[in-house]
């Protein structure tokens, strides 16, 4: 046991896949698994591989007793729908960096964690959070770092995450309120997905947006968009190696924001091998479905079709989020952008 035991904290091929049941669910994995996994929940692209439970509570008081320190982690922050996925596929190099793609445990401590967000953290809680992050650091080689893209609900414990490594760098990756409302009001199944997080993660927006109970799911997104904002630029003032992103920079300008981005998690990238990037396959097709041509082309004609089929959803959200900014402010831009003067997030100016 022991030995088996000091393997799940040595080496990234044993990966946390889950919290169940107060077991910590490991999984045998190869650096390709991670390669080929657009995300480290269900859809993780494993043909096989039989689950290894341990205690979740024994494995995280082992890890607290000998005082592992916490490793070094880049964080990709994003409020969903904004290049998240591209982004991090761009920056997955083989043996220079090590992607996570939304590991399942940060998110499930992400929605218990915005259920206690009022109260002084659980030490139990804290202590699987230490663990998950632990492992989620682990790296196959000491010079490639590991960056972790995370996902909403993650968002509401993000200042528990800093708090691990305060010099942490981190991208911030947002769209100002109308880009996000076309993205995730688009479609019913984007509409199912607003009204299941939020219900996930109520308190923790909650506790950044105020009352969300009785909202209909304009008005919901609305929030989250809110407190998401709010959660970032409260990160921002704390934290300086973290840097606020806004996705259109990324669609627009890759090659600016890949050359930032590889500069602030310290990975040396030739100039040539970001153009390979760039005008490779990655950014002609869909970033979650890469059977499916998708460029920014693309992305700003379907912007233009939704602005005019949303209208009234937009006019609304805004109207709410006008009324609700009196109490729970948010600034004109998010601070420290990672490349350019960032977005305005209540530009007047619209989408098309």
Known sequence: MTTRVDALFATPDHYLYAFEAGEALFLPVDRDVYRRSLFLDDRIALESGEILPF???????????????IPRIGWIFHIAHCGSTLLARALDRGDETLVLREPLPLRQLGVEGAGLVRE???????????????????????????????????????????????TAPGILLHHPLDAYLLAILRSDT???????VTGEIAPGIEAWAGPIAGLDVVERAAALW????????????????????????????????????????????APAAIDDIVTGPLFATHAKNPDRP???????????????????????ARRWITARCGAYPIPDRLARPLVGEGVALLDENRMP
């Open 190 to 196: 984007h509409r199912e997905w607003v009204m299941r």
């Open 120 to 166: 002084p953290r659980p030490a139990a809680w804290a202590a699987r959070l230490r663990l998950a992050v632990a492992l989620a650091g682990r790296r196959y080689r000491p010079d490639a770092p590991v960056i972790v893209k995370a996902n909403v609900p993650v968002n509401m414990i993000l200042p528990d995450l800093m708090a691990l490594d305060p």
């Open 226 to 269: 809110l407190a998401q904002m709010r959660i970032y630029d409260a990160a921002l003032g704390r934290h300086p190696d973290l840097h606020s992103l806004a996705a259109a920079a990324l669609f627009d300008q890759p090659r600016a924001v890949l050359t930032a981005a590889f500069a602030l998690f310290g990975v040396a990238v």
């Open 294 to 316: 998708f460029d920014n082309a693309a992305r700003r004609e379907r912007e233009a079709r939704l602005g005019d089929l949303l209208r009234t959803d937009l006019d609304r």
């Open 55 to 69: 205690s979740a509570e024994a494995l995280a008081a082992r890890r607290d007793a000998e005082d592992r320190p």
